[in-house]
């Protein structure tokens, strides 16, 4: 069964990249297959695009940018907005897509789609309060004030764990600002954004505003990032990717954003009820199959409650169910490739042999070779990779503390800054570590803490910026400052 007969709209399966409102295929016979990690089996194909098609589309987003830009910002709202309406008409098969290449399961991957819609219409509406400001005059017989514009194009790279939501929470923003946008998206899922790309053009925004180009990801992103005419760079992805592009972006003085990894402290204090806060910290960390940003990979928890917790997260643990996502009743899905189980595995293996103790996690049971079953470690210390690096897999790690001071301590002891959770009742408790934390976001009490509303973001290696929120528009924005002098009827008003 192909994957379009899957869908009741077969025309959101596209395996050509979208440059300039054209389907286009590579001029060079440059392809990659994309497959279903449950299955292994190919879904289908996409081209590679040749050096000279980045620039193409590049060409396209800049002729577009004259007449987007000049449009006025409730005429781009009107147009986000359709298609805003056609994400949601079409969210059943936009999730089964997200699934078949993601493997999420298919309600978690609905969830997705309203997520990554729901920034669609929050930017169509901001894009409607990008105001500037009127600055009272020091020069004589003068107006000051500020404008805000448009950068101009905008690349847009972004990574496999939220194929459609990464897109829009940056498309949307920099499109409601006026910007036109060239989308790479991570070769593992490129069938979300290509629906982004068939609903956009449905929902009327002109050719050229909104492009997706495929190809070799260093060779597309050294080029995104070496051409001047593109003004600012939005990358979500890997820390180490990450800091590549911030080279690249040097010479031509980009306005770059960077959605970097995280590695979530999950912070249990004495008063906690420990079922209650185990059965948070399993939602925190198996999410999308522990391949989430906001991932609670270090759990720590305190002496007192430690013994009750771990036998509480267990039994949790055990009650997920591990399989292919398009099946029912299916918490965790594959995991993207089998490099990352690899990984996943190896991270264990790191833990037990420095002294972790393994709790629970029989990868026998695993019902396929993208599979990883859910690993619960205690014990785990800082010598340990679990304890430095993104696991990016269904692998916990719990760890005691003795006091608010070390738990601190332990929880900022990382590169990462992008999240961190605190599970306690005592406010005095949750006020001194949630300050203390190194953290761009601190979820108290709630598993949940992303949205449209909120600045999304990171400090220290986990990123630059903020993306959502009512700053999110201001990544795409420049600030003009005008003197409007010799007015003479103004001075001392
Ligand atoms: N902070 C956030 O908002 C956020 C959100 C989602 C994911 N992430 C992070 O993303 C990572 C997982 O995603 P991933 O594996 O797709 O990340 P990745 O860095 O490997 O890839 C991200 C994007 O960069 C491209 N890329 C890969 N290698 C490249 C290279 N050498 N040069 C240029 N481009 C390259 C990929 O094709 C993809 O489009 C995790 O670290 C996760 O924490 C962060
Ligand atoms: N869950 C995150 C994505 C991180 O991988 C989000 O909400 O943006």
Same mark, same amino acid.
């Given at each position: 069964m192909?994957l379009s007969s899957?869908?009741s ?6 395996q050509?990249?979208y440059?300039?409102?054209k389907?286009?295929? %590579? ?16 879904l %289908? ?8 098609q980045?620039t193409?589309a590049? =060409?396209?987003?800049e002729?577009?940018?004259?007449? &987007? ?5 409730d /005429?781009?709202?009107e ?9 949601q *008409?079409h ?12 493997g ?6 609905r ?10 219409r ?5 894009g409607k309060?990008t ?7 020091h020069?004589p017989n003068?107006a000051? @004030?500020?404008?805000k /514009?448009?950068? @101009? ?10 194929p459609l ?13 006026g910007c036109?946008?060239i ?7 490129p069938?979300s ?5 068939e609903?956009?053009?449905?929902a ?7 492009? #997706?180009?495929?190809?070799d990801p260093?060779?597309? !992103?050294?080029?995104?990032?070496a051409e ?8 979500t @992805?890997?820390?180490r990717? %990450?800091?590549?592009?911030l080279e690249?972006?040097a010479?031509?003085?980009?306005r770059?954003?960077l959605?970097? %990894?995280g590695?979530?402290?999950?912070i249990v204090g004495?008063?906690?009820?420990p079922?209650e806060?185990?059965? *948070?910290?399993?939602?925190?960390k198996?999410q999308t199959?522990?391949?989430d940003c906001?991932?609670a990979?270090?759990?720590? #928890?305190h ?10 997260? *267990?039994e949790?643990?055990?009650a ?11 918490d965790l899905?594959p ?11 190896a ?7 420095k002294?972790a ?11 396929g070779?993208n599979?990883f ?9 800082? =010598? ?6 993104? !696991?990016?897999a269904?692998? *916990? ?6 006091? =608010? ?7 900022n002891?990382?590169?990462y800054?992008?999240a961190?959770?605190?599970y306690?009742h005592d406010?005095?408790?949750i &006020?001194k570590?949630m300050r203390?934390?190194?953290?761009g976001?601190? !979820? ?10 909120v ?10 910026g903020?993306?959502?929120g009512?700053? @999110? ?10 003197c409007l002098?010799a007015?003479g009827?103004?001075s001392? !008003?």
């Amino acid at each position: 069964m192909t994957l379009s007969s899957k869908l009741s709209d077969p025309r959101l399966f596209r395996q050509y990249a979208y440059v300039d409102g054209k389907w286009t295929h %590579g001029e060079g016979g440059r392809e990659e297959a994309v497959f279903d990690p449950a299955t292994g089996e190919a879904l %289908g194909h996409i081209p590679w695009l040749e050096a000279h098609q980045i620039t193409a589309a590049v =060409d396209a987003a800049e002729a577009a940018f004259v007449h &987007w830009r000049a449009l006025r910002a409730d /005429e781009r709202c009107e147009r986000l907005l359709a298609w805003y309406d056609l994400l949601q *008409a079409h969210r059943e098969d936009l999730a089964t897509l997200m699934t078949l290449e993601q493997g999420k399961p298919l309600p978690d991957a609905r969830g997705e789609v309203e997520y990554g819609a729901s920034f669609v219409r929050w930017f169509a509406e901001e894009g409607k309060r990008t105001f500037g400001e009127t600055i009272p005059s020091h020069i004589p017989n003068a107006a000051l @004030g500020t404008i805000k /514009e448009p950068v @101009g194009i905008a690349a847009l790279i972004t990574p496999w764990n939220f194929p459609l939501a990464m897109i829009t929470r940056k498309a949307a923003a920099a499109m409601a600002a006026g910007c036109t946008v060239i989308v790479k998206p991570a070769g593992e899922t490129p069938f979300s954004a290509l629906a982004l790309a068939e609903l956009a053009e449905r929902a009327g925004i002109p050719a050229g505003v909104f492009n #997706v180009v495929l190809g070799d990801p260093p060779e597309v !992103s050294r080029i995104l990032c070496a051409e001047d005419r593109v003004k600012a760079l939005s990358f979500t @992805g890997s820390t180490r990717v %990450g800091r590549l592009l911030l080279e690249q972006c040097a010479n031509t003085v980009k306005r770059v954003s960077l959605e970097l %990894g995280g590695n979530a402290p999950f912070i249990v204090g004495p008063d906690m009820d420990p079922r209650e806060a185990a059965f *948070a910290a399993v939602a925190a960390k198996f999410q999308t199959a522990g391949q989430d940003c906001l991932a609670a990979d270090r759990i720590l #928890v305190h002496e007192s409650i430690h013994d009750a917790f771990v036998g509480h997260f *267990a039994e949790r643990m055990a009650a997920l169910t591990v399989g292919n996502g398009l099946e029912s009743e299916i918490d965790l899905g594959p995991l993207i490739h089998r490099q990352a189980v690899e990984k996943a595995a190896a991270i264990v293996d790191d833990a037990i042999s420095k002294g972790a103790t393994l709790v629970a996690g029989d990868q026998s049971q695993a019902p396929g070779e993208n599979f990883f079953m859910p690993v619960l470690l205690t014990g785990v210390t800082h =010598d340990m990779k679990i304890w430095h690096e993104e !696991s990016f897999a269904p692998v *916990a790690g719990i760890t005691a503390y003795a006091d =608010d001071d070390q738990v601190i301590e332990m929880a900022n002891d990382t590169e990462y800054g992008l999240a961190a959770y605190i599970y306690t009742h005592d406010i005095r408790r949750i &006020w001194k570590i949630m300050r203390a934390l190194e953290f761009g976001m601190v !979820s108290v009490n709630s598993v949940k803490m992303t949205g449209p509303p909120v600045p999304f973001g990171g400090v220290k290696h986990s990123g630059l910026g903020r993306e959502g929120g009512v700053t @999110g528009i201001d990544e795409y924005l420049e600030t003009k400052y005008y003197c409007l002098g010799a007015l003479g009827s103004v001075s001392g !008003s």
